[in-house]
T-cell receptor, first 113, second 114 residues
């Protein structure tokens, strides 16, 4: 069966510091991968998606970037965090071929102080 | 642009009662409609979905209905239990996209009172 992992689970970082969040998927090949951000009490905002290694599409211009160095690894990064980057970051995977069925990871709670 | 509206934003029911959450979408090309349940501090969990070639789908106490003409779909939970308390999100596929992108509603907080 497929499993998706995210780490760290929680993170407190000062303004201006760098960020690296990691997402990995097990038990599948060639998944489509997604990064979302969820502000407190709000819906899901799509940040990035990837259909393959090195292929990244950005949905919203912002202070973040994403990379996919391996088939089942998706990384969210920032060079300098802003207060507005605080939130709950979710990674999701979708079986390749655009079934639209997205399965979410446990999330990372980021607090920028 | 494409939009999904979800109502109500909060819903409180007594244990054993039914709960209904409704969503409307704007993209006529949407053909996949999932529902997610998110418990506090956790990632959303896919609980049921429906594709446009089906009008209704049921899985034990939960069901989803779809009206493509009116562009709305609903989640029905019968015999609610306290463990059904969570935030529920609907979503619609972005029909014109060549990826599996979804457009999410803003969520409904369901409280089931014992």
């Amino acid at each position: 069966s497929q499993t998706i992992h995210q780490w760290p689970a929680t993170l407190v970082q000062p303004v201006g510091s760098p960020l690296s969040l990691e997402c990995t998927v097990e038990g599948t090949s060639n998944p489509n991968l997604y990064w979302y951000r969820q502000a407190a009490g709000r819906g899901l905002q799509l940040l990035f998606y990837s259909v393959g290694i090195g292929q990244i599409s950005s949905e919203v211009p912002q202070n973040l970037s994403a990379s996919r160095p391996q088939d089942r690894q998706f990384i969210l990064s920032s060079k300098k965090l802003l207060l507005s980057d605080s939130g709950f970051y979710l990674c999701a995977w979708e079986p390749g071929g655009h079934t639209y069925e997205q399965y979410f990871g446990p999330g990372t709670r980021l607090t920028v102080t | 642009g494409e939009n999904v509206e979800q109502h109500p934003s909060t819903l409180s029911v007594q244990e054993g009662d039914s709960a209904v959450i409704k969503c409307t979408y704007s993209d006529s090309a949407s053909n996949y409609f999932p529902w997610y349940k998110q418990e506090l501090g956790k990632g959303p969990q896919l609980i049921i979905d429906i594709r446009s070639n089906v009008g209704e789908k049921k899985d034990q106490r939960i069901a989803v209905t779809l009206n493509k003409t009116a562009k709305h779909f609903s989640l029905h939970i019968t015999e609610t239990q306290p463990e059904d308390s969570a935030v529920y999100f609907c979503a619609a596929s972005k029909g014109s996209s060549n990826t599996g992108k979804l457009i999410f509603g803003q969520g409904t907080t369901l409280q089931v009172k014992p």
